[in-house]
């Protein structure tokens, strides 16, 4: 059984469109995360949810929105999508977001924009 | 913020070689955990070691928190250990986002 899974693994798409990927944990965790990999392979923080409750945005563009039904989903949307919004998303959860507990990833949603 | 340095930034080994990756972080930290990211792209949970030493055959690590350092050590290297290994560290209280390191990118030869 898959711990965190996410949909698609791979998404292209031109420049302008909306696209959106889900993640789901089986888990029984209480925080859920998106983190972004550039092409330089540099793992970065961009949401956090905990319980639903959104806890952590870090700067990123208002064209992605988070939305999460219930603890054990998180999926992300992304509107007008960009050249630079090329990179490979990943999806994780962990038992609390108090820190101090491991994280787990899904595989990764490599998006490419055209 | 927290700054995580991870050394060498790439490594060649002939397989059945030892090696040992270091991560050195700038402050205190409630979370430590060691990925292996495979040629798919996969992040493989290796080891959650905030202290201490653990290990898992022929991976361990040892932590040292007051030193703010963390080591994970590769014996008898295989191909399959190809790929790029991360450490990532967490701060109580920060939403438990992990900060990580840039990465050991490791080619194991036959």
């Known amino acids: 059984d898959t711990a965190v899974s996410q949909t698609p693994k791979y998404l292209v798409t031109q420049m302008g469109n909306d696209k959106s990927i889900k993640c789901e944990q089986n888990l029984g965790h209480d925080t859920m995360y998106w983190y972004k990999q550039d092409s330089k392979k540099f793992l970065k923080i961009m949401f956090s949810y905990n319980n639903k409750e959104l806890i952590i945005n870090e700067t990123v563009p208002n064209r992605f929105s988070p939305k999460s039904p219930d603890k054990a989903h998180l999926n992300l949307h992304i509107n007008s999508l960009e050249l630079g919004d090329s990179a490979v998303y990943f999806c994780?959860?962990?038992?609390?977001?108090?820190?101090?507990?491991?994280?787990?990833f899904g595989q990764g949603t490599r998006l490419t924009v055209v | 913020g927290i700054q995580v340095e991870q050394s060498p930034p790439d490594l060649i080994l002939q397989e059945g070689a030892n090696s040992t990756l270091r991560c050195n972080f700038s402050?205190?930290?409630?979370?430590l955990q060691w990925f292996h990211q495979n040629p798919w792209g996969q992040l493989i949970n290796l080891f959650y070691?905030?202290?201490g030493t653990k290990q898992n055959g022929r991976l361990s690590a040892t932590t040292v928190a007051t030193e703010r350092y963390s080591l994970l050590y590769i014996s008898s290297s295989q191909t399959t250990d190809s790929g790029v290994y991360f450490c990532a560290v967490g701060i109580y209280n920060q939403g438990g986002k992990l900060i990580f390191g840039q990465g050991t990118e490791l080619s194991v030869k036959p």
């Open positions: 070691i905030p202290s």
């Open positions: 994780a959860s962990s038992p609390s977001g108090g820190g101090g507990t491991e994280a787990f």
């Open positions: 402050d205190s930290v409630n979370n």
